[in-house]
């Protein structure tokens, strides 16, 4: 509020000339036009009070408008890079954090992360609170005396420019690396690499160890949704394409079924599905350690049973491949004048519950049909005479093969149906978060 003083010199408005009464007469004026309005602040004031050469002073009390703070009501939301459900994923935010709200469009509202950056969540999953707190970023973490110090490294990893899947990889981390922690960002860890500067690798792929006086603690969420996708034979590739062929196999070291499964990962992170896309290369494993091509499940298994023990938060479990050499029209679609590789769903009987795995690939099949028919080529059940004969799937209920296509497609047909996947997988998902 402004508040208008006359100067204690009363005398001097009567002792004003000409100019001087003029310019007096001015500062008032804007004074009372401001005062009207709302609109003055302190540097109208003293440019007001200055034309009257302090005949009318004025005191401006700073009054700030209360702001708006955003609070995740789960554990695990996603911060995007603009207002829309496509956009990039820059981290995930949980309860415990309080960010200032910047602006709102829509169903959206953008926060403040930290002094450079900003993004967008979803205003569903937010509480919105006034007063009491700072703009600052809260990290998602619980303190405490016992807290790790280091992370280790279970597997070969990527590890990251920022806190996402989609950021650049600037190094691998081998098994047995352990790094200090700096801090944690959602479920990345900020780790020292000494003279190499710092990077983010993901929590669900590294154990923590060490103990110090600052830290953070692992929180695992428990909402079991994201997704974990993986290749028990990940250099399955394509006949226009591959390099090694010899005997049956059409395999090929760079272009093979993983880039398939990348680009699921991104799909559904584009769409707000939780994914992490495992770059685990099964094949070397098996010729380190002297492993026939049968032992491929087993140490499949090892590597999802590793990911589901560091991450609580993995719900779903899709093993990417591609079908054999068979005719490539029966592994082909046409739908609204683009070519896919048809999927199929492959359950193992061999499975004690395999009941439940059977239930969960025959619906997102019924959805596949509904939107792109004849996509997919239907649930293949499989028992030990046909195959391995679980795949994995007794580690979940939400665990399944899928077959993108054959060996007579190409890459670029897989990825099209990664994203038509991806895009009826992510209406799965809402589908049961609202249920």
Known sequence: MLVEKPDESSSYFFNMKGADLLRYAIGSAVISACLLLGTTGPSIAQAASSQSKSGAAVKTADVKASKTYAQSTVDRLNVRTSPKLTASVIQMIGKSGSYEVLDKQGEWLKIQLSDKQTGWVFADYIKQTTGGTTGNVIPAVVKTSNEPAVVKITDVTNLRKGPSTEDEIVGKAQPGETYPILAKVGDWYRISRGTKGTAYVAAWVVSTGGTGTSGTKTVTATSGRQVYIYHTHNRESWKNVA?????????????????????????????????????????????????????????????????????????????????????????????????????????????????????????????????????????????????????????????????????????????????????????????????
């Open 243 to 435: 390099t090694q062929t010899k005997g049956s196999s059409i395999d090929d070291p760079k272009v093979n079924i993983t880039l398939v499964g990348d680009r699921l990962g991104t799909a559904l992170q584009k769409r707000g599905v939780s994914a992490f896309t495992a770059d685990d290369d099964i094949t070397e494993r098996l010729a380190e350690k002297n492993l026939s091509f049968s032992q491929s499940y087993t140490e499949s298994r090892k590597i999802v049973q590793t990911a589901m023990k560091e991450n609580a938060s993995l719900g779903y479990f899709f093993d990417i491949h591609r079908d054999g050499d068979v005719p490539r029209k029966q592994t082909t679609v046409t739908v609204g004048g683009k070519t896919y590789a048809r999927i199929l769903f492959v359950i193992g009987m061999g499975n004690g519950d395999y009941k439940a795995n059977q239930r969960f690939a025959e619906a997102l099949h019924e959805r596949l049909e509904k939107k792109y028919p004849g996509l997919s080529r239907g649930v293949l059940m499989k028992d030990k005479a046909h195959g391995d004969g679980e795949y994995n799937q007794s580690l979940s209920p939400n665990s399944m093969l899928l077959e993108f296509g054959g060996a007579n497609n190409t890459l670029q047909e897989a990825l099209n149906t990664a994203d038509a996947f991806a895009d009826i997988f992510a209406a799965y998902v809402g589908a049961m978060r609202l249920s």
